[in-house]
C-alpha cells in the first residue's frame, strides 16, 4: 500500500513539473518600435524579442499599404530587427505586429508606431 500511495505522489510530481516546464517554454513574443514617434521620412526599427532560432515575420500597417518584414531568424539572444522603409508616409498611428514560430508553438507581439 505505501508502495502505491509513493507511485501516486511520485506521478502528481511529474505531471506538476511537466505542466511548469511547458508554461516556461510557451512562446513570448515582445515587439518595440524605436523611436516609437518619428516625423515622416526618418529611420525606425521594428525590434522583436522572443525565442532564440525562432522564425519571424513583421507587418506594419500604413494607410494604403501594408509594409511585410519576412522570416528573419531571431539571434541567439532571441532579437531581430527590421528597417522598414518610412519615405514619403503620411502622420498617424500605425499597428506593427510580430508573428514567430519555432517548431510547433505560434506567437504574436504587437506595437504601434506614430509618424507626427
Known amino acids: 500500500m505505501k508502495t502505491l500511495a509513493l507511485l501516486v505522489v511520485t506521478l502528481g510530481m511529474l505531471a506538476v513539473l ?9 512562446l513570448v513574443v515582445k515587439v518595440a518600435v524605436d523611436p516609437a514617434t518619428v516625423s515622416p521620412g526618418n529611420a525606425v526599427r521594428v525590434i ?53 514560430a519555432l517548431g510547433d508553438q505560434k506567437a504574436e507581439g504587437t506595437a504601434s508606431l506614430t509618424i507626427r
Not at 18 to 26: L, V, Y
Not at 62 to 86: Q, S
Open 48 to 100: 522583436a524579442r522572443t525565442a532564440p532560432d525562432a522564425v519571424c515575420t513583421a507587418t506594419v500597417k500604413f494607410r494604403a499599404v501594408t509594409w511585410t518584414g519576412r522570416g528573419a531568424k531571431a539571434n541567439r539572444d532571441g532579437e531581430i530587427v527590421w528597417l522598414p522603409p518610412m519615405d514619403q508616409r503620411a502622420p498617424g498611428v500605425f499597428p506593427v505586429t510580430v508573428h514567430c
Open 18 to 26: 511537466a505542466a511548469s516546464t511547458m508554461a516556461e517554454d510557451k
